[in-house]
Structure formats: C-alpha cells, structure tokens
C-alpha cells in the first residue's frame, strides 16, 4: 500500500499527537484568539485577512500536492482553489474543521485526524498516520478520494 509522506510529526509519540500531526500536516495560522466561541463566518473572515496564513512553505507537501489535483479536477478554470488552515482556532475548536478550501465563493471544509472517525461535522475527513520515521503520512487513495470529492463539492451549490 502506498502511502504520501509529508512533514516529520515534532513530538514523541503521546497525547498531544493528533494536534501535532495536524499542524505538521496544515500548518498553523498565526492567530491568538483564546477560548473564546467565534461563528464560522467570522472564523473564515479572520482567516482569510493577510498574515494570517502560513505561507506555502509552512504547509506540508501533502497539503500544497492536493491543492493542485483539486484545481487540476476542478472544472471552474476562472477561480483559484485556495488553501486555508483553521488549526487551534475556534473553527476548529468549537466546529471541528481543521482546514477549508475555497474557490470563489463556495467552500468546503476538512477535518483531519489520526483516529477514524464516523462523525465529523466538516464537510469531508481525511485519515493521516505516521510512518516509522514520525512524518505524517496519507493513503494515496484517500488523498485521491478527498481531491475528488472537495473538487465536486467546490462546483455544486451547497448550502449551509
């Protein structure tokens, strides 16, 4: 089984490894927010004010690499499939979304996780592990399952 290798997961293995894979995998966005409850459209419009974002090389390869298949997949050849990460912000927090993309003005949202999970509440989910070496590391077909299915979901009308 082939596996898509990106960043090296920065902890040894214990507790904190779910939120250090996350950030490994979708890089961290430089705001302070604290505890406090946001609601997802003020989430995404702090996110998306310059400076906020990591830039390209923050974010794992895996990450920029689906980026580019789900522009690739994307009919929409006029709007730029653009990359979001929501780590330890109250989008992820308090709405269990870890990263969105955004093409115009339709959204999807992605939870990532080491644990499988049946619920989510972000649009799509997609499964990480490590490798022996600590990095994170994705199944090509999941990665090729999610590029698909964020593309089709970037050019249909969804309401949320």
């Known amino acids: 089984m082939k596996m ?3 960043h ?5 293995p214990g507790i904190q490894d779910g939120k250090d894979a996350e950030r490994a995998l979708l890089g961290r966005p430089k705001w302070e927010h604290g505890p406090n409850y946001l609601p997802v459209k003020d ?3 702090k996110l998306e ?10 974010r794992s390869k ?4 689906l980026r580019k298949m789900i522009a690739e997949l994307s009919p929409n050849k006029n709007d730029p499939v653009k990359f979001y990460t929501a780590v330890g912000t109250p989008l992820d927090y308090y709405h ?9 003005e339709n ?3 992605m939870d990532v996780s080491l644990r499988g999970k049946e619920l989510h ?5 997609l499964p990480i592990d490590f490798d022996e070496e600590g990095r994170v590391k994705v199944k090509k077909e999941d990665l090729n399952r999610i590029a698909k299915e964020i593309a089709r979901r970037l050019n249909i009308k969804i309401v949320s």
């Open 49 to 58: 004010e310059p400076g906020v974002q990591p830039g390209i090389l923050e």
């Open 8 to 12: 090296r997961q920065p902890s040894i």
């Open 43 to 45: 989430c995404i419009k």
């Open 62 to 65: 895996i990450i920029n690499d």
């Open 121 to 125: 509440k972000a649009n799509v989910f």
């Open 4 to 6: 898509y290798e990106g």
């Open 107 to 109: 959204i999807v949202t």
């Open 96 to 104: 269990g979304v870890d990263a969105y993309f955004r093409q115009g």
